[in-house]
């Protein structure tokens, strides 16, 4: 059971009589306990007429999935199986990040009805968001209490990666239509297939005429080649301790899935076969074999539940796990922050070595805040936090330097940035014949 508000009240009511009756000769203390054991009886009787909160069904309505920070619509219905009208107080409870309204709903069910309340939710952080239970509070016709009820009625959502990467989406599929239908290479290349025959005009390659079709065209022909498709695109993530830094709004981690949707949603476009791997000392995430529509589902689904973990990533099992993902990447895309020299020996001393098959693509998140600080000088103060942000500006270009030395590529930019500028390099890669 339980009181309410008024119940409170009706005992500071109690003041005036038993200052009356003090007055008029009686004793304040037998007064006080008449008016108590008043109080009681009421409270009791209205607990007593409340209609039971424990013949009510209890039912959900929760969308399986969700995107992060998009609103969800969910609600929960009450059916009163009992003899008596049903006034409601209704507390769904939520996780805190699930962005559940605080206030306490309040139904009207007369008996043998049902009635749904919703229950709208704006989710604040990736993974698996759980509603064990309903408290359910059933008040008396008196308002001073009523009956209080657990139903362990159990409302799971997963909430997904945001993907507000998508924007960039639409003018990259435009380039890589532009890619596909207009670019055509007059030389065979690493990553070319055969597309088609056309007249030699002069200043073309005069390795790629085809002779057996002059010989039949009665005019020179040239072949000329286009990107393969069917290639393998391997997206690593790193979700160790330098995951969980903090960039912008969100973690590295956070501008990393953003970068890896877009890359995959692109390459899945064009053709390419994509596997994820996310991994620190073991496997948190594995997504291979899936091509097609199903591919970005099943991305952000393996995505959803992992977060950075504050260990060191191991990176020679690694790179071992990617090669037992398949057996001919064409581009590997390493999604880490080494910008110290020091912790990122790990990584350097295990980096792949490159060639004309694979192209290993690494690219980190940087804080923009790095870049203003470096850039004031104020006071003193600023001059050293300056000094600071100068030294992990050149830290960072040297681990950069040491990737390139290693047959790597390298690109640094704001979470903002990062997805698109890796997005243009994957699709420079297709005109050139590389990929």
């Known amino acids: 059971m339980f009181f309410t508000g008024r119940f409170a009240l009706l005992v500071g009511a109690g003041v005036f009589p038993i200052a009356l009756l003090t007055a008029a000769g009686a004793s304040p203390w037998l007064v006080f306990a008449a008016w108590i054991a008043l109080c009681v009886v009421l409270v009791a009787v209205d607990v007593l007429l409340a209609a039971s909160a424990r013949q009510v069904v209890v039912t959900r309505r929760v969308p399986e999935r969700a995107r ?4 969800v619509a969910a609600s929960v219905a009450l059916q009163n199986t009992g003899r008596r009208t049903l006034h409601a107080l209704v507390r769904d409870a939520w996780q805190p990040t699930a962005g559940a309204p605080i206030e306490r709903t309040r139904l009207v069910v007369p008996p043998g009805e049902r009635r749904r309340t919703p229950v709208p939710l704006l989710p604040r952080r990736r993974g698996e968001l759980v509603s064990e239970f309903v408290i359910l509070r059933s008040r008396g016709p008196l308002g001073l209490g009523g009956r209080q009820t657990r139903h362990d009625v159990r409302g799971a959502i997963r909430v997904l990666p945001a993907f507000a990467s998508r924007k960039h989406l639409p003018s990259r599929l435009a380039r890589l239509r532009e890619l596909d239908g207009n670019t055509s290479l007059q030389v ?9 025959l056309r007249e030699y005009v002069r200043g073309d390659d005069v390795r790629s005429i085809d002779w057996r079709a002059t010989a039949r065209a009665g005019t020179t022909m040239l072949r000329t080649w286009r990107p393969e498709r069917d290639r393998h695109v391997v997206i690593l993530i790193d979700t160790g301790r330098t995951a969980a830094a903090r960039v912008g709004d969100g973690t590295r981690l956070d501008a990393s899935l953003e970068a890896a949707l877009l890359l995959a949603a692109l390459a899945n476009r064009a053709g390419d076969h994509v596997h994820l791997l996310m991994y620190d000392r073991v496997a948190r995430a594995r997504v291979t074999g899936v091509d097609g529509a199903p591919l970005l589902p099943a991305l952000s689904d393996a995505m959803a539940p992992v977060h950075a973990q504050l260990i ?3 990176w020679p099992s690694a790179f071992a796990a990617i090669r037992s993902m398949t057996t001919r990447p064409s581009l590997v895309v390493v999604l880490t922050a080494q910008d110290a020299a020091e912790s990122a020996r790990g990584f350097l001393g295990a980096f792949p070595q ?7 693509l690494v690219g980190s998140t940087t804080d923009d805040g790095i870049v203003r600080l470096a850039r004031r000088r104020d006071s003193r103060a600023d001059v050293y936090l300056a000094a600071a942000a100068e030294r992990t500006m050149r830290d960072a270009e040297n681990v950069a330097d040491a990737v390139r030395r290693a047959g790597g590529e390298a690109i640094a930019a704001d979470p903002e940035s990062l997805p698109p500028r890796i997005a243009d390099r994957y699709l420079e890669l297709k005109a050139a014949g590389r990929l």
């Open 68 to 71: 992060l920070g998009e609103p």
């Open 312 to 314: 060191d990533t191991d």
């Open 188 to 196: 065979r290349g690493q990553g070319t297939e055969f597309d088609s």
């Open 354 to 360: 490159a060639s004309r098959a694979t192209t290993v």
